[in-house]
């Protein structure tokens, strides 16, 4: 009879409870041994000894998660030889960054100019290729330049390990510091024009496409500039675009100097750049373009004004919303690198495992290289993998045939689990704490430069417009057309000068707005909410029906200038 012992048996309760959260001197304390504590001493495992998992904030999480779980999996299986650099500790702390990417000419650096409305140490802007540098935009007390080889020994600065691209990359690196309030939420990467041909690519001197992959892991936001007039996409620009493939979700579209054509122009050449990035871009899903003239010059063409200035609003609130979302991009981008990190090591063990012990190595890893889709195919079967979650094949198989097979590391489940264990149980707690930050402080946003001229007064986006007409007027603005109104008033037989709801409605669904619709504008127009119309009632309900006929949204509550005159007294006792 055999007796069967193992001291990591455990018996786990079918009842599990979600961990508790408690504060403790500023901190907030994660319990993940709440479910050992609850069993009874002979049947806890070796490792229920656990403490709460204790962070200061997100970031803090974030780096401890990296540190113990998922940096020990990628240093045993050379994925930082392979694939990224390891993060370092700036990496978490850093300010959300935009990258801008684009042709030469395209108005790359005049776009960071016109943010911040301040010129930036080295900015250079003219018709022909001028910046041909990596410049970071960032915040500083004083205004000054760093050059590129003192950049990546500063460990406050999260571009340490860019030391690997070599002296011919770090020549034309740079950091730009200078005391702006959009800085102080958000750091700017301006790049190099890309040209077109093989010769400037080689004469770089390093890999211009492996950069900006570098860059875009870490980077919170891609934008993507073109011209209106220069919309050819070049060799090196198609090979960028490729390089970020795998972070379209980060990436938005430009295109500028819109307002140097007139509207017909517009529409052929809006239709020819999607045309265009449908076959560089292999996404089901379409990528979002602002159409527009970054710059704080007058428009050539002004056709196209309201439109300019619709995208300029949108894409301006989708970079004033980075800082608030800056946690929940970091913890994205960890999870991505702890999925990409388990396949490599899948890979690189499978690999180890075929190999030979003695004779014929060279041979097998040459077969093993060619046969690489097979391998992948098979490890997606054997481990449930998304086939998304591979890396490029031709790229593997490059990286692969300068290494000795011989010397990669068999598989190691203990550091797999640790992985899996973050990605199962740490990470959601994470989204737990990410919550809690967000409801604890202030709205974030970017402020200063050009994002304070549109916030608020006549120039704001929709001033004047829409449910917003007349708010700078004496009169009553339906006042204007309440004649007309009064006629169909009159024609549905008001009793003591009102209209029923019913008799109303007959005349308002000739609009063919939905009852939703219909209903919201009852309700905004029945200020007195009697449940019938007066004239200024009705006038007012026709006035907000054109409104929303004309496009544009109504309010949630109906503001002071569209409240009928004789009904302006009862609003205010009804404040008091």
């Given amino acids: 009879m055999k007796w069967v012992t193992n001291s990591h048996i455990q018996f786990v309760s079918v009842k599990q409870q979600v961990p508790p959260v408690t504060e403790h001197n500023g901190q907030i304390q994660i319990d993940t041994a709440v479910s050992n504590q609850q069993q009874p001493t002979m049947f806890r495992s070796r490792d229920s000894k656990k403490t709460p998992e204790a962070f200061k904030d997100v970031s803090a999480g974030l780096k401890k998660l990296y540190r113990t779980k998922l940096f020990p999996l990628e240093d045993a299986y050379q994925f930082h030889d392979f694939h990224s650099p390891a993060l370092e500790d700036a990496d978490f702390d850093n300010k959300p960054m935009v990258l801008l990417v684009g042709q030469y000419s395209t108005g790359k650096t005049t776009f960071i100019r016109h943010l911040m409305e301040q010129d930036f140490p080295g900015m250079r802007i003219g018709p022909e290729p001028t910046t041909d540098s990596f410049i970071a935009v960032m915040h500083g007390d004083q205004e000054g330049m760093i050059p590129g080889n003192a950049l990546v020994v500063d460990s406050k600065k999260p571009f340490r390990k860019l030391n690997a691209f070599g002296n011919a990359f770090l020549n034309r690196f740079m950091c730009a510091q200078m005391p702006n309030p959009v800085l102080e939420s958000i750091s700017i990467i301006d790049t190099p024009g890309i040209l077109s041909g093989e010769k400037q690519r080689i004469s770089r001197g390093y890999d211009f496409a492996a950069v900006l992959e570098w860059f875009a892991e870490r980077v919170d936001r891609i934008i993507l500039l073109f011209d209106a007039h220069k919309l050819d996409i070049s060799d090196e620009f198609s090979e960028v675009i490729r390089a970020l493939k795998n972070h379209e979700d980060k990436m938005r579209v430009v295109l500028n100097k819109a307002d140097q054509i007139n509207t017909q122009q517009l529409m052929r050449v809006y239709g020819a750049l999607m045309w265009s990035l449908g076959k560089i871009i292999n996404t089901p899903e379409v990528v979002r373009v602002y159409i527009g003239s970054f710059w704080a ?19 301006f609130q989708d970079i004033q919303g980075l800082p608030r979302n800056a946690a929940i991009r970091k913890l994205n981008d960890l999870i991505k690198r702890a999925r990409l990190a388990k396949v490599h090591a899948y890979i690189i063990s499978s690999l180890k495992r075929e190999m030979p012990s003695v004779f014929g190595k060279e041979n097998k890893k040459k077969e093993l290289i060619a046969n690489l889709g097979e391998i992948y195919l098979k490890i997606e079967r054997e481990h449930q993998i998304s086939p998304g979650d591979f890396p490029k094949l031709k790229k593997m198989q490059e990286l692969l ?13 203990k550091l797999l689990e640790a992985v899996e264990d973050m990605l199962a149980n740490d990470i959601a707690r994470l989204m737990t704490l990410v919550r809690q930050e967000e409801a604890a402080m202030p709205s974030q946003a970017v402020h200063g430069g050009a994002f304070e001229g549109t916030m608020t007064g006549p120039f704001g986006h929709g001033y004047g417009e829409g449910a917003g007409e007349g708010i700078d007027e004496l009169e009553w603005v339906v006042g204007k057309d309440k004649p007309s109104y009064d006629e169909i008033f009159y024609t549905l037989s008001p009793i003591n000068g009102k209209v029923s709801g019913a008799a109303a409605k007959k005349e308002m669904v000739k609009s063919k707005l939905p009852n939703t619709v219909l209903g919201k504008i009852w309700k905004l127009a029945d200020v007195d909410k009697d449940g019938f119309l007066d004239d200024e009632e009705f006038a007012l309900a026709n006035h907000l029906i054109r409104v929303k006929l004309e496009g544009h949204e109504l309010p949630t509550k109906l503001p002071e200038h569209l409240v009928p005159p004789s009904k302006r007294h009862q609003e205010i006792s009804m404040g008091e």
């Fill in 297 to 315: 010059q007058p428009l050539l063409i002004a056709d196209n004004r309201k439109l300019f200035e619709a995208e300029e609003q949108d894409l």
């Fill in 401 to 413: 045939a300068s290494h000795d097979f011989s010397k990669f590391p068999a598989m190691k489940p």
